[in-house]
């Protein structure tokens, strides 16, 4: 069962564009959300996280809102730049006893020179 | 601080045979993690290791297992290999104490094959 559905599968974005990311989820236990961000042949490497207490976080270029009673949330690529090209996942997890992180599908970024 | 690293890089394996894959945490890091990354399934837990015990498994087959060793480094076994087990197997590591989150920092990654 998916319990972190992501959108869209590809991206392409013009450089300088901003580029938008969503995810759902339906655990509601879930109280931490990621987002990774994978380079080809590298491990993927946190890029920045939210708690549901938050609405909003924003770490330079990149922004998380999250909508707790929709159970959603989106990561926000500002001015993209060709280096932002990547794969990028959301996820999610509980602090409790599972502490597995649980990734959404992942969304292949091309930002374009 | 050296990062996670993960042996060998890449294995070619046939049906049938068996694999062992190996990890070492960032040092001071307690809990090793280990996914299974594929372009269908993308990428799934399969077991989590904390002061040499299982903490957590996903759900996968019994033929896939795991130990942690006392200065935390942490291996990977998979008996009986199939041909959907060719995958990009990545192991994460973070501190792992507490109630709250601790972040996982993911080594590169060993590449599997199965012919």
């Not at chain 1, 959108?7 to 995810?23: A, M, T």
């Not at chain 1, 042949?41 to 609405?55: H, T």
């Not at chain 2, 996914?35 to 896939?64: C, D, H, I, M, V």
């Not at chain 2, 998979?78 to 501190?95: K, P």
């Amino acid at each position: 069962q998916q319990q972190v559905k992501q959108s869209p599968q590809s991206l392409i974005v013009q450089k300088g564009g901003i580029s938008i990311i969503n995810c759902a989820y339906e655990n509601t236990a879930f109280d931490y959300f990621p987002w990774y961000q994978q380079f080809p042949g590298k491990g993927p490497a946190l890029l920045i996280a939210i708690r549901p207490d938050v609405s909003e976080k924003k770490e330079g270029r990149f922004t998380i809102s999250f909508n707790k009673s929709a159970k959603q949330f989106s990561l926000h690529i500002m001015d993209s730049q060709p280096g932002d090209s990547a794969t990028y996942f959301c996820a999610a997890i509980t602090s409790g006893s599972a502490r597995q992180l649980t990734f959404g599908s992942g969304t292949q970024l091309t930002v374009l020179p | 601080k050296a990062g996670v690293t993960q042996t060998p890089r890449y294995l070619i394996k046939t049906r049938g045979q068996q694999v062992t894959l190996s990890c070492s945490p960032i040092s001071g890091h307690r809990s090793v993690s280990w996914y299974q990354q594929t372009p269908g399934q993308g990428l799934q837990f399969l077991f989590e290791y904390f002061s040499e015990t299982q903490r957590n498994k996903g759900n996968f087959p019994g033929r896939f297992s795991g130990r942690q060793f006392s200065n935390s480094r942490s291996e990977m076994n998979v008996s009986t290999l199939e041909l959907g087990d060719s995958a990009l197997y990545l192991c994460a590591s973070s501190l792992g104490g507490g109630g709250t989150y601790n972040e996982q920092f993911f080594g590169p990654g060993t590449r599997l094959t199965v012919l």
